[in-house]
């Protein structure tokens, strides 16, 4: 079969024959449709992850862990934990029984793979208890799960929403998508923070933050009184760390400001998963959510894999 072979830490995966996976017990081959290469793929064919000896300490092998295939009776199901040296981006996958599930019908599968990122959106539900008419906050709302989740507030129905970003062409388009107000915050701190402060209204309510780091920072000193009061609660969602994997975090944040901070994954369970993937399901069938997505052939993988111009789009490997 053909795959995307990786050959060294750091390399770039070349178009290459490859042999055909085997069943053993338990296993189930997959043939697979469509794959979805994010930052995560990258960064663990870098060998900058700390999962990054798990999926590559042994080479070659074929990155990703997951994607969107067919059973041999046909069944169109996602699908992860392959068994390596076989990852997703290939014709062919093995992977334990049991690990795929069921995609619904009137998904295409390009479309399949993104739907998790709208998840991440959702948990301003999930994890903070959204309540229709809140004013929600998008840190990093340019990217592909940024911008889902700037759709998911408004389908929601967030009252208002900002979103932040780094290039004002692609903050006009998320303006166009949804959110009332944008900022840049490719700017000095002082003038971050008048904007954060320019543009909170009476609150945010809830922020979705895949930025953490320095905008991050500055946006919770903002949320600081300047004088003894009760600040108004302001839930914090931490997914993503674009920005940094750290921040410095002064007393007073936390102490007067009424600000909450939870991770992404608070609140969620096997129910709740499953009624926010069947929210997204839904929003996909009727039309009202919409992905992006900018499919590429697996033989096109060596130079798809070092594109930098998506801009918003998720790129989806088609075998």
């Known amino acids: 079969m053909k795959a995307a072979v990786l050959h060294e830490v750091g390399g770039i995966p070349r178009y290459e024959d490859f042999p055909d996976p085997v069943p053993g017990e338990g296993e189930v081959v997959i043939e697979v449709l469509a794959v979805a290469v994010e930052n995560v793929d990258k960064v663990i064919a870098a060998g900058t992850h700390y999962a990054s000896e798990k999926f590559i300490g042994h080479l070659p092998v074929i ?8 059973l041999p009776d ?10 390596l040296p076989y990852g997703a981006l290939a014709e062919r996958t093995v ?13 295409d599968p390009a479309v399949a793979t993104v739907m998790g ?27 592909v799960a940024g911008r889902l989740a700037v759709k998911v507030a408004r389908l929601l129905g967030a009252g208002r929403i900002v979103a932040t970003g780094r290039d004002d062409r692609q903050l006009e388009e998320v303006r166009a998508i949804g959110a009332d107000t944008v900022i840049n915050t490719a700017v000095s701190d002082e003038a971050l923070a008048r904007a954060f402060a320019d543009a909170k209204g009476d609150g945010y309510d809830v922020v979705v933050d895949y930025l953490w780091g320095r905008p991050t920072e500055i946006l919770l000193r903002t949320l600081t009184p300047e004088s003894f009061t009760f600040g108004k609660p302001t839930r914090v969602i931490q997914v ?10 002064a007393a007073e ?18 129910q ?9 399901v839904a929003w996909a069938q009727s039309g009202e959510l919409t992905f992006e997505v900018e499919k590429v052939p697996l033989s096109d993988i060596e130079r798809a894999w070092q594109r930098t111009d998506l801009k918003g789009r998720r790129l989806v490997v088609v075998p």
């Open 240 to 249: 993503g760390e674009s920005a940094g994997a750290g921040l410095a975090l």
């Open 63 to 70: 990155p990703a862990f997951d994607g969107i295939g067919s």
């Open 117 to 143: 990122s709208a998840i991440t959106g959702m948990s301003v539900k999930t994890a903070a208890g959204f309540v229709p008419g809140e004013t929600v906050l998008v840190q990093g709302a340019t990217g």
């Open 253 to 270: 944040s936390l102490r007067t400001s009424g600000v909450e901070i939870y991770g992404a994954a608070k609140g969620l369970s096997p």
């Open 272 to 280: 709740t998963m499953g009624e926010a993937y069947g929210q997204v």
């Open 95 to 107: 992977v334990p029984e049991g690990s795929y599930a069921p995609i619904p019908d009137g998904i």
């Open 74 to 83: 046909g069944t169109l199901v996602g699908f992860g934990h392959p068994r």
